[in-house]
C-alpha cells in the first residue's frame, strides 16, 4: 500500500502574493498539479495534502479530485507537517510505504520517485543530490563505511559538516508504520525551534533501519519556488527542457528558447514550429504542419500539411489536411475547417463548419454556420446568429458565392452554387443556382451642396 503526503501549507511571503503558493503556475498549471499529477503515475492508494495558508483556496481548487487534506496550524516544521497527515494515512502491513513530497517543488520526474521507491527496499530512502552550491541545505552525513547515518541542517552544521556536498532534498519514501513511530520521538530542540522530518533518518539508524538513497535524473527536478525570480527562471528552465524533448522528437523548433507549452503537444512528423508560439491543454499537430510565429493554440487539432500563418488564435478547433489559416486568424471553439480550405486575416469562426477548398480569406465573422464545399465568402461577410437572446445557424450549400459585405440573418439557407451579390442583407433563403441580392436602387441629389464649416 502506498501513501503519497504533500506538504502544501507554506505561506509564501516572498511571492508578494494573496494566492497561496502551490497555486502559482509553472507551464499553465499550479506548482501543486504538477506534484498530484507525478504522484498519480505511482499509482497511490491515498493522497494526502497538508495544507495551512490559504487552505480553502487550495482545497476549493482541487474540490472533486480524490484526495485528503490535513491542516498545519501553526507552522512548526517539515516533521510537525508530516504529523498532521498520520491520521489520514492507510496502513496494516509493515512494508507499507509513505512517499512524502513538496507542493512547491513541481517539477520532480516519476522516473525519479520510482527509483527512490525502488531504493527504499522495505526501509528508509531519501533522494539526495550534490548541487554546485550547497549553501542552505541539509547536508548528507555518512559514516565511515559510507552508509548514510544522519542529515544536518545547514543552520546547525559545523564547518565541516557545511563542507559535505551531498545534500538532502527533503523528498524521502519510509516505511509508514516507522515513520509514525520515528515522528513521535523527535523534538524541536534547534536553531529553528521546529520539528524537522529530517531528524527520522537518525533514528532510523539507530533502530538498525538500512537508509538508501536515489538521485534525480537531472538537477532540476528539485528546484523549489519561494519567489517569483525562482517561478521565472524554473518556468525557462521547464519550457527549455520541453522544447529539448520537442527536438528529439524530430520537431523543429526555430528557436528552442522561444517556445512555451502550457499542456501536452503531439507532433507528427516533419513539424515545424516557428518562434514564439503559445500551446495550451491538449494539442495534435499533424505530419508536415507548419506554425507561424506568436500563434496560440489551445485544445485544437492540426490537420497534416496546414499551415498557420503569424498571430493566429485557434481554440477548441478542428483543422484538416492542408488547410491555410491566417495571418491575424482567429478559430473559437466549435470551428470545423475542412481539407483545402482558407481561413483569411482578420476572419473569426465559432462553431462553424467550413468545407472542402472554401474560402473566407479577409474581413469576416462566421458564427453558428454550415458551409459547404468550395464556397467563397467574401470580405466583411457576417453571419447574424445572434438576436440578443438566441443563436440561430446560416446554412450555405456548395459552390454557394457570398459577395463583399453580405449579412445573413440566420436562420437562414443559400442554396448550392447560389450568388449574393455584395451589400445583400439576407433575411430569406436564396435559392439554388440563381442570383439574390437586396440592393437598394442608386440615385444621385442634383444640386446637392457638401456642409462647410461655420465660422
Given at each position: 500500500?502506498?501513501?503519497?503526503?504533500?506538504?502544501?501549507?507554506?505561506?509564501?511571503?516572498?511571492?508578494?502574493?494573496?494566492?497561496?503558493?502551490?497555486?502559482?503556475?509553472?507551464?499553465?498549471?499550479?506548482?501543486?498539479?504538477?506534484?498530484?499529477?507525478?504522484?498519480?503515475?505511482?499509482?497511490?492508494?491515498?493522497?494526502?495534502?497538508?495544507?495551512?495558508?490559504?487552505?480553502?483556496?487550495?482545497?476549493?481548487?482541487?474540490?472533486?479530485?480524490?484526495?485528503?487534506?490535513?491542516?498545519?496550524?501553526?507552522?512548526?516544521?517539515?516533521?510537525?507537517?508530516?504529523?498532521?497527515?498520520?491520521?489520514?494515512?492507510?496502513?496494516?502491513?509493515?512494508?507499507?510505504?509513505?512517499?512524502?513530497?513538496?507542493?512547491?517543488?513541481?517539477?520532480?520526474?516519476?522516473?525519479?520517485?520510482?527509483?527512490?521507491?525502488?531504493?527504499?527496499?522495505?526501509?528508509?530512502?531519501?533522494?539526495?543530490?550534490?548541487?554546485?552550491?550547497?549553501?542552505?541545505?541539509g547536508r548528507i552525513v555518512r559514516d565511515a563505511e559510507g552508509r548514510i547515518a544522519r542529515i544536518v541542517e545547514h543552520k546547525d552544521a559545523t564547518d565541516a559538516e557545511r563542507a559535505i556536498g551531498e545534500v538532502n532534498t527533503g523528498i524521502l519514501a519510509a516505511p509508514t508504520a516507522a515513520l509514525r513511530d520515528w515522528l513521535g520521538r523527535i523534538d524541536n530542540r534547534n536553531a529553528q525551534g521546529e520539528y524537522y522530518l529530517t531528524d527520522i533518518v537518525g533514528l532510523a539508524v539507530a533502530d538498525g533501519v538500512a537508509v538508501g538513497h536515489a538521485q534525480p535524473g537531472a538537477p532540476w527536478e528539485t528546484l523549489g519556488v519561494n519567489s517569483r525570480v525562482q517561478q521565472a527562471a524554473l518556468e525557462r528552465v521547464w519550457q527549455a527542457e520541453q522544447a529539448r524533448r520537442q527536438l528529439e522528437q524530430g520537431v523543429t523548433l526555430a528557436d528552442p528558447a522561444r517556445f512555451d507549452l502550457r499542456g501536452r503537444l503531439q507532433c507528427g512528423r516533419d513539424v515545424f514550429i516557428d518562434v514564439g508560439c503559445v500551446f495550451e491543454g491538449e494539442v495534435r499537430l499533424g505530419d508536415g504542419a507548419s506554425i507561424g510565429p506568436y500563434c496560440v493554440i489551445r485544445d485544437a487539432s492540426i490537420g497534416p500539411g496546414t499551415r498557420l500563418e503569424a498571430y493566429t488564435h485557434v481554440e477548441g478547433a478542428q483543422v484538416a489536411e492542408d488547410a491555410r489559416i491566417g495571418p491575424y486568424?482567429?478559430?473559437?471553439?466549435?470551428?470545423?475547417?475542412?481539407?483545402?480550405?482558407?481561413?483569411?486575416?482578420?476572419?473569426?469562426?465559432?462553431?462553424?463548419?467550413?468545407?472542402?477548398?472554401?474560402?473566407?480569406?479577409?474581413?469576416?465573422?462566421?458564427?453558428?454556420?454550415?458551409?459547404?464545399?468550395?464556397?467563397?465568402?467574401?470580405?466583411?461577410?457576417?453571419?447574424?446568429?445572434?438576436?440578443?437572446?438566441?443563436?440561430?445557424?446560416?446554412?450555405?450549400?456548395?459552390?454557394?458565392?457570398?459577395?463583399?459585405?453580405?449579412?445573413?440573418?440566420?436562420?437562414?439557407?443559400?442554396?448550392?452554387?447560389?450568388?449574393?451579390?455584395?451589400?445583400?442583407?439576407?433575411?430569406?433563403?436564396?435559392?439554388?443556382?440563381?442570383?439574390?441580392?437586396?440592393?437598394?436602387q442608386q440615385k444621385t441629389v442634383e444640386g446637392w451642396k457638401r456642409p462647410v464649416r461655420k465660422s
Open positions: 500500500m502506498l501513501n503519497v503526503i504533500i506538504l502544501a501549507a507554506g505561506l509564501g511571503k516572498r511571492m508578494q502574493s494573496d494566492l497561496p503558493k502551490v497555486l502559482h503556475p509553472i507551464a499553465g498549471r499550479p506548482m501543486l498539479s504538477h506534484v498530484l499529477e507525478q504522484a498519480r503515475t505511482l499509482d497511490p492508494d491515498r493522497i494526502v495534502v497538508v495544507v495551512g495558508h490559504g487552505a480553502d483556496r487550495v482545497r476549493e481548487a482541487y474540490a472533486g479530485e480524490d484526495l485528503h487534506f490535513a491542516v498545519q496550524q501553526p507552522q512548526q516544521g517539515t516533521g510537525h507537517a508530516v504529523m498532521q497527515a498520520l491520521p489520514s494515512l492507510l496502513d496494516g502491513d509493515p512494508d507499507d510505504a509513505c512517499l512524502v513530497l513538496y507542493g512547491d517543488v513541481p517539477l520532480v520526474q516519476p522516473q525519479t520517485l520510482a527509483a527512490l521507491l525502488a531504493a527504499r527496499g522495505s526501509g528508509l530512502a531519501l533522494l539526495t543530490e550534490t548541487p554546485p552550491d550547497p549553501t542552505g541545505y486568424a482567429r478559430l473559437r471553439p466549435g470551428a470545423d475547417i475542412g481539407p483545402q480550405a482558407h481561413v483569411g486575416n482578420f476572419v473569426e469562426l465559432k462553431k462553424t463548419r467550413l468545407g472542402r477548398a472554401s474560402k473566407a480569406n479577409h474581413l469576416a465573422y462566421l458564427g453558428d454556420a454550415s458551409i459547404g464545399e468550395r464556397v467563397n465568402i467574401g470580405a466583411g461577410t457576417i453571419t447574424c446568429n445572434y438576436d440578443g437572446v438566441n443563436k440561430f445557424q446560416t446554412v450555405i450549400d456548395d459552390d454557394a458565392f457570398i459577395g463583399s459585405d453580405t449579412q445573413l440573418v440566420a436562420p437562414v439557407r443559400v442554396g448550392r452554387g447560389a450568388t449574393l451579390g455584395a451589400g445583400t442583407t439576407l433575411t430569406r433563403d436564396a435559392p439554388a443556382q440563381a442570383l439574390t441580392l437586396s440592393r437598394p
